[in-house]
């Protein structure tokens, strides 16, 4: 950019500064104006099933002129807008969310002076001031750098700090973790000072790149199933009403029939194909499983998203911070022990070294008798962190020591010190003891080491570091000298304290939870900004396969899709290759459930079929905003419980699109074979009937199928790879309802042969086929065989039954009541046909069952 120079180190002008904000525009995320509730609503109307329930509402009202009934079609529609609505305007606070971490005031260069800012008056071509407890206002390029570090965790997924120094532009493509010459908008100084220039600002910054790719999403599974499922029974009830029609048509040539009865019947056998109470009870068992959830610390934000847990088949998870906890420990030391050959000091136990001055146990000095005293004394000198806060290295070590009981002798003090730099990858203090001056050198094992005087413990050192690094663990080594050239920064033939292996430390969870995962047939991949043998070790601890292991280096060149969806461990990502990861997987068929707690995490949670946010300590509100669940104590092991009530939340759907559809099959089937069969009987249901049916009678069992438990652990319920409308399910409900169909035919027939009235005959295949689908409740609940759990079982679908059963049984047996549906009293043989059928329904779905081995059906 023109106007950017780096040799003016005293910034712009205000002049300049003034116009470069005109140009630009603010240092700000663009905020797209959100959509009215009337289009929110619109959108929601937009769907299949809703089109169906509103043209069925108003054909109701306006041409059946059902008031009652189609009052409470269109009441099912507003509710399921309404729910839908609300779910929409909260996933679009994400954008939002993110201008919360942008920092509010910056200090920046403005001619030749340092001035505070708003963050959002910051331009290209500024020269900004940072400290340690800065947040970085825009993304620029480092200048200078005293000890300069930074948490990208944020953005880049990795647990340490990233050193800071003045480089050259990374080329591009580089890992943002790699790009240690640049910071970046809205991460935060935890070490040392620096100054920068900015090179964006707003939207053009990594953040407003995460915040552009928030944008959009797709449905999931449960939504694509039920649009799908929309679709088809639009399909049928054209069908059906066209049918009917025609058939009815045949009738009226024949002087059989008036025409507006015809049309009338074919108007309601096409609403009779729509499961009114399906939306209903959907929504009702969504919302009542989203409550039982939040008890146990899973909030879920978007309804659908409940089901989607149930049919996840891939977790992608972060690491850091969901299978580990985000904060480094110190798991393992190896501290310096016997004598050093070529130091001519005596040997003191514990430290590796002589009775140096400063080393061996001052007066006041506390845990002195431990073997590794010395070692952590020179860990608590060589040391920035104050109060349990700075970088996590030095955090982690002060952490131990105090847990060891090793405090530092009163009245220490610091005379010089070279802060870790990434060139030297160490660093090196000197303190004044009251013994003398005592160097103490921390870094990088292979830094250290070098330094130190040549013998058998310097080697054994060496020796052990190969193996703690296999194990994932970063590896420091400390040094120490005394005496005279102890004020030496540069000192060399230093004295081996020993070396520091910290992890960032795996949730107590994590191991069973990703064993549960296993054991439920969800393959688990780690996606992490950590390095890769890191992933690898942390992957394997847990128990996820980790190979292949795979960088985003490695992705450049060849099918980068087929890669990542094979992989096992995704190192060294950016936000970008996540959300690429996402794509992958589900472009693949995988539904896929996305976790992670950084803004780096935002889009892909946001894309996924499920996004949960894990919002422990170090949780962000971007991800809580872009997710569609939020685990509120961080735990994977919570995500398991997630989808345990997911998978019964699709064992319950999926009960209940079954048992709706068979019925509304079996009904068509009814009357299109009556028309056929029976034509001094015009149509074996009245519209008025087909109504009562689909919308009172099906509505109770439905809901009560929503809400049912399964037997066994929900986690062995592997929801199918086609959907819940797979060529399996369909032809189960097709044969059901025609066995269901073929009873009440019999039923009707037999009223026929016995010469009843027109009126007992449509009462006899009302109660019959009513009577015949309660039992198919538990038909379609059942995994594999009706009475495999026992009638008793399920106190909701055995009260909704017997409800069901007593209302029906009123209407047709109370005259005032009965003449409002056309309904008259039976003699006995009907009450007795009616509870055969229910009796035999159950029976012959087994049978069913049993001539079709492997076919567990929609159940």
């Known amino acids: 950019m023109e106007d950017i120079d780096v040799r003016a180190p005293d910034g712009l002008s205000q002049e300049t500064a003034a116009r470069l904000l005109t140009e630009h525009g603010p240092n700000a995320l663009p905020q797209s104006r959100p959509p009215s509730l009337a289009a929110r609503a619109a959108r929601q109307l937009a769907?299949?099933?809703?089109?169906?329930?509103?043209?069925?509402?108003?054909?109701?009202?306006?041409?059946?002129?059902?008031?009652?009934?189609?009052?409470?079609?269109?009441?099912?529609?507003?509710?399921?807008?309404?729910?839908?609505?609300?779910?929409?305007?909260?996933?679009?606070?994400?954008?939002?969310?993110?201008?919360?971490?942008?920092?509010?005031?910056?200090?920046?260069?403005?001619?030749?002076t340092v001035r505070r800012v708003p963050a959002a008056e910051v331009v290209p071509g500024d020269v900004i001031e940072v400290a340690a407890g800065d947040r970085v206002p825009a993304d620029a390029r480092v200048l200078t750098s005293g000890a300069l570090a930074v948490d990208e965790a944020m953005l880049t997924g990795e647990s340490l700090s990233a050193d800071k120094r003045p480089t050259g532009p990374a080329e591009e493509g580089t890992p943002l973790g790699d790009r240690r010459g640049e910071l970046f908008s809205g991460t935060l100084v935890v070490r040392g000072t620096g100054t920068a220039l900015v090179l964006k600002t707003g939207a053009d910054t990594e953040m407003g790149r995460i915040a552009g790719a928030l944008e959009g999403g797709g449905k999931g599974p449960l939504e694509r199933?039920?649009?799908?499922?929309?679709?088809?029974?639009?399909?049928?009830?054209?069908?059906?009403?066209?049918?009917?029609?025609?058939?009815?048509?045949?009738?009226?040539?024949?002087?059989?029939?008036?025409?507006?009865?015809?049309?009338?019947?074919?108007?309601?056998?096409?609403?009779?194909?729509?499961?009114?109470?399906?939306?209903?009870?959907?929504t009702t068992a969504m919302a009542l499983g989203s409550q039982r959830m939040a008890r146990l610390g899973v909030i879920v934000r978007k309804l659908s998203a409940i089901e989607a847990l149930g049919a996840t088949t891939v977790i992608a998870t972060d690491k850091t911070g969901t299978l580990t906890t985000g904060r480094l420990t110190v798991v393992d030391r190896v501290p310096a022990s016997g004598l050093v050959s070529g130091t001519g000091h005596a040997d003191?136990?514990?430290?590796?070294?002589?009775?140096?001055?400063?080393?061996?146990?001052?007066?006041?000095?506390?845990?002195?008798?431990?073997?590794?005293?010395?070692?952590?004394?020179?860990?608590?000198?060589?040391?920035?962190?104050?109060?349990?806060?700075?970088?996590?290295?030095?955090?982690?070590?002060?952490?131990?020591?105090?847990?060891?009981?090793?405090?530092?002798?009163?009245?220490?003090?610091?005379?010089?010190?070279?802060?870790?730099?990434?060139?030297?990858?160490?660093?090196?203090?000197?303190?004044?003891?009251?013994?003398?001056?005592?160097?103490?050198v921390k870094g990088a094992p292979e830094v250290v080491l070098a330094r130190c005087a040549p013998g058998p413990e310097t080697d054994r050192l060496a020796a052990a570091v190969p193996e703690l690094a296999r194990r994932g663990l970063r590896v420091l080594a400390l040094a120490t000298a005394a005496g005279p050239g102890a004020t030496d920064l540069d000192a060399v033939d230093l004295l081996p304290a020993g070396l520091v292996a910290l992890s960032d430390e795996i949730r107590p969870s994590a191991r069973q939870a990703v064993a549960e995962c296993r054991g439920a047939g969800i393959r688990v991949v780690m996606v992490t900004g950590d390095h890769a043998d890191t992933a690898r070790a942390v992957a394997a601890d847990v128990g996820i396969e980790p190979d292949p292991v795979v960088t985003g280096a490695s992705l450049e060149g060849g099918d980068r899709a087929v890669r990542l969806r094979e992989a096992g461990v995704l190192a060294r990502v950016d936000p970008a290759t996540k959300l690429e990861l996402v794509r992958a997987l589900r472009e693949h068929g995988e539904v896929v459930t996305m976790t992670g707690d950084g803004v780096n995490d935002a889009p892909a949670l946001?894309?996924?079929?499920?996004?949960?946010?894990?919002?422990?300590?170090?949780?962000?509100?971007?991800?809580?905003?872009?997710?569609?669940?939020?685990?509120?104590?961080?735990?994977?092991?919570?995500?398991?419980?997630g989808v345990r009530h997911g998978r019964r939340l699709h064992h319950n759907v999926a009960s209940m699109i079954g048992y709706l559809l068979t019925g509304n099959l079996?009904?068509?089937?009814?009357?299109?074979?009556?028309?056929?069969?029976w034509p001094d009987l015009v149509v074996p249901l009245l519209p008025v009937h087909l109504l009562w049916i689909n919308l009172v009678l099906d509505g109770i069992p439905a809901i009560a199928l929503g809400v049912d438990r399964p037997a066994g652990d929900p986690l062995t319920l592997r929801p199918g790879r086609n959907g819940l409308l797979s060529r399996d399910a369909v032809t189960e409900i097709a044969l059901r309802a025609l066995l269901i169909g073929a009873l009440v035919f019999a039923a009707v027939e037999i009223a026929r042969r016995l010469g009843w009235s027109d009126e007992q005959?449509?009462?006899?295949?009302?109660?019959?086929?009513?009577?015949?689908?309660?039992?198919?409740?538990?038909?379609?609940?059942?995994?594999r065989w009706t009475l495999e759990r026992g009638w008793w079982h399920g106190r909701a679908v055995l009260v909704a039954v017997l409800a069901t059963a007593a209302l029906q049984t009123l209407v047709t047996l109370v005259p005032a009541l009965g003449s409002l549906l056309a309904l008259v009293p039976l003699p006995p043989q009907g009450w007795a046909m009616?509870?055969?059928?229910?009796?035999?329904t159950p029976l012959l779905c087994d049978l069913l069952r049993l001539v079709r081995p492997g076919r567990k059906g929609t159940g």
């Open 47 to 112: 769907d299949p099933l809703s089109v169906l329930l509103l043209i069925a509402g108003l054909i109701t009202l306006l041409v059946l002129r059902e008031v009652p009934e189609g009052a409470a079609i269109v009441a099912i529609l507003v509710v399921n807008v309404v729910i839908g609505v609300s779910q929409e305007t909260k996933a679009d606070q994400a954008v939002r969310a993110l201008r919360t971490l942008t920092a509010p005031m910056a200090k920046v260069r403005r001619d030749g």
């Open 225 to 282: 199933d039920l649009a799908q499922a929309s679709r088809r029974i639009g399909v049928l009830a054209l069908a059906a009403g066209a049918a009917m029609v025609l058939i009815g048509l045949t009738r009226v040539s024949q002087g059989q029939a008036a025409l507006l009865d015809i049309i009338l019947a074919g108007v309601a056998l096409a609403i009779a194909a729509v499961p009114e109470s399906m939306a209903a009870a959907v």
């Open 348 to 440: 003191v136990p514990g430290t590796g070294c002589a009775d140096v001055p400063g080393t061996g146990r001052p007066e006041g000095a506390e845990g002195a008798g431990r073997p590794d005293a010395g070692l952590w004394r020179a860990a608590l000198r060589c040391n920035d962190a104050r109060d349990g806060l700075g970088d996590a290295v030095d955090v982690a070590l002060q952490a131990a020591a105090a847990v060891r009981g090793v405090r530092l002798p009163p009245g220490e003090s610091r005379l010089a010190e070279r802060p870790f730099d990434a060139e030297t990858r160490s660093m090196t203090v000197v303190t004044a003891t009251g013994d003398g001056p005592v160097l103490t």
């Open 606 to 641: 946001r894309h996924a079929d499920v996004g949960v946010a894990m919002a422990g300590d170090e949780g962000t509100d971007v991800a809580r905003e872009a997710a569609s669940v939020v685990v509120t104590n961080g735990e994977l092991g919570t995500i398991v419980t």
């Open 666 to 677: 079996a009904e068509i089937f009814l009357v299109l074979t009556g028309l056929l069969v």
């Open 761 to 783: 005959v449509r009462t006899q295949a009302v109660l019959t086929l009513v009577f015949a689908r309660l039992t198919l409740a538990y038909v379609a609940r059942a995994r």
């Open 834 to 840: 009616a509870l055969g059928a229910a009796v035999l």
